[in-house]
Each structure stands twice: as C-alpha cells, then as structure tokens.
C-alpha cells in the first residue's frame, strides 16, 4: 500500500460515512483484511509519509484484533515518529486489548 493509496481508501470511509466502522476494523460493511493491516504496518515505518496518515493508521490499527496489527504497532513503538510517541503507545495498549 502506498500513501496514495491509503488516501483513496480512508476518503472512501469517509464519504460513504463509514469511519466510525473504519476505526472498528471495517470497510464497506467488510472487515479490513489482514492484507490491508500488514500493508498498514509497514507504510507506518516510512520515514517521508506525513504524521497524520501516520496517526490515522495508528488508531485504526489500535482497534483490530489481530496478530497483525500487535506486530506492527511492537515495531512501530520501537522507534516512533517525534510528535507520535504518545500515540503510538497508547495504540498499542488499546491493540493489547483488543488482542487479549
């Protein structure tokens, strides 16, 4: 998943009014895929995509209840962006708990 392409996918939460289902791990009346997770997680460690993608992504991973997600939020909260570092743990205690 690029940035781009993370845009294109909240924007269509957005205008089908699906962001509070967004943030609990669907899309369009579907769960968000694994896939769309692990994708996630990795678009998180690039350096030049902006904090508020990032934090975007952050939340929504906090909230799925995956492997996936924990593994990706471990390893974001290892070396997180300045300005996240806050965020990124508090999505990772929600996603310990959605996980327990």
């Known amino acids: ?25 669907m899309d369009n009346g579907n769960k968000i895929t694994k896939n769309i997770v692990v994708e996630m997680g990795e678009l998180i460690m690039v350096p030049r995509v902006p904090l508020r993608a990032k934090e975007i992504m952050l939340m929504t991973l906090a909230h799925h209840p995956s492997k996936e997600a924990l593994q990706a939020l471990t390893r974001y909260n290892k070396n997180p962006d300045k300005g996240l570092e806050h965020t990124a743990r508090f999505a990772l205690e929600e996603c310990e708990w959605w996980n327990e």
Request: with cysteine; hydrophobic share 45%; net charge positive.
């Open 1 to 25: 998943m690029t940035e781009k392409e993370f845009w294109v996918f909240f924007e269509k939460s957005l205008i089908k009014n699906r962001v509070p289902q967004l943030f609990s791990c």
